[in-house]
């Protein structure tokens, strides 16, 4: 995605709907520039057209794993090092299989041998690289191929006997109520870990918040540290006995 069509897409995220002129205006390109972008963005579902314009698609399930590992790189890099600063030496972390745990992965991979948990190929591959530096266990289970998620109820039992310092997780949506998500497997593995671990962190780009995902996760009172680039202040008000870390920039 270049920065026009991140620029389209922001302001469709202000306005919902805009017409094919008023974006060329916007960005200061042509109509049939317009069209190209739109074209690309309508094909990976992100924006939806109708005669005379076009405006984001109402997504029922979260969008591809590799589009959103291009998405808000900038914000979950950040968020990737401030958290990955409040993680201790020497520590068991336990990683969930959201975009952003890749970005504190990334982060992680050169610190001091740490055991990792996690159920994403992603991450693990992203720790192998490493040699011998970091102790990997991954879980039993079916292997999901379109997010390369290990899941299954033996998946959650497994992890269940583990206590880690720390379970990473994101959320698909975030409001003063909580958090939210679009998976039910998911939902259920993030609920019994977060039992087990003895501190929840939660990461969370700004784009998260205010958006309604389908199965409830948990409250604010079950996240002991929420991560992010920006918080919106009727969330920060929900969050009495947690800790906000703003990422650098944000």
């Not at 292997?143 to 997780?169: K, N």
């Not at 679009?182 to 990461?203: G, P, S």
């Not at 002991?224 to 009727?234: G, H, I």
């Given at each position: 995605m270049n920065a026009r069509q991140q620029q389209i897409l922001d302001l469709l995220g202000i306005r919902g709907r805009a017409s094919i002129t008023e974006l060329a205006e916007h960005c200061d390109v042509s109509d049939e520039t317009i069209r190209r972008d739109l074209k690309i963005l309508s094909a990976d579902g992100v924006v939806e057209k109708f005669h005379g314009g076009v405006r984001m698609s109402t997504p029922r399930t979260e969008p591809p794993f590799d589009r959103r590992l291009r998405e808000q790189v900038d914000a979950k890099s950040r968020i990737g090092v401030r958290a990955a600063s409040y993680i201790r030496e020497g520590a068991t972390i336990l990683l969930d299989n959201s975009t952003t745990a890749c970005f504190l992965a990334r982060e992680l991979v050169h610190r001091e041998p740490m055991t990792i948990l996690t159920i994403s190929l992603e991450v693990a591959q992203i720790f192998?690289?490493?040699?011998?530096?970091?102790?990997?266990?991954?879980?039993?289970?079916?292997?999901?191929?379109?997010?390369?998620?290990?899941?299954?109820?033996?998946?959650?039992?497994?992890?269940?006997?583990?206590?880690?310092?720390?379970?990473?997780?994101?959320?698909?949506?975030?409001?003063?109520?909580?958090?939210?998500?679009?998976?039910?497997?998911?939902?259920?593995?993030?609920?019994?870990?977060?039992?087990?671990?003895?501190?929840?962190?939660?990461?969370?780009?700004?784009?998260?918040?205010?958006?309604?995902?389908?199965?409830?996760?948990?409250?604010?009172?079950?996240?002991?540290?929420?991560?992010?680039?920006?918080?919106?202040?009727?969330?920060?008000?929900?969050?009495?006995?947690?800790?906000?870390?703003?990422s650098e920039g944000g």
């Open positions: 192998s690289g490493s040699g011998h530096r970091h102790r990997l266990i991954l879980p039993s289970g079916e292997l999901r191929i379109e997010d390369r998620t290990i899941v299954g109820a033996g998946t959650i039992e497994y992890l269940s006997q583990f206590t880690p310092s720390y379970f990473v997780a994101s959320m698909v949506a975030a409001s003063p109520r909580g958090c939210t998500d679009f998976d039910l497997f998911e939902a259920d593995f993030k609920r019994a870990m977060m039992a087990r671990a003895d501190q929840t962190i939660v990461l969370m780009d700004a784009s998260k918040f205010g958006k309604a995902g389908l199965v409830h996760v948990c409250d604010w009172s079950q996240v002991d540290v929420l991560v992010s680039d920006n918080v919106p202040p009727d969330v920060a008000a929900s969050i009495e006995h947690g800790h906000i870390l703003l």
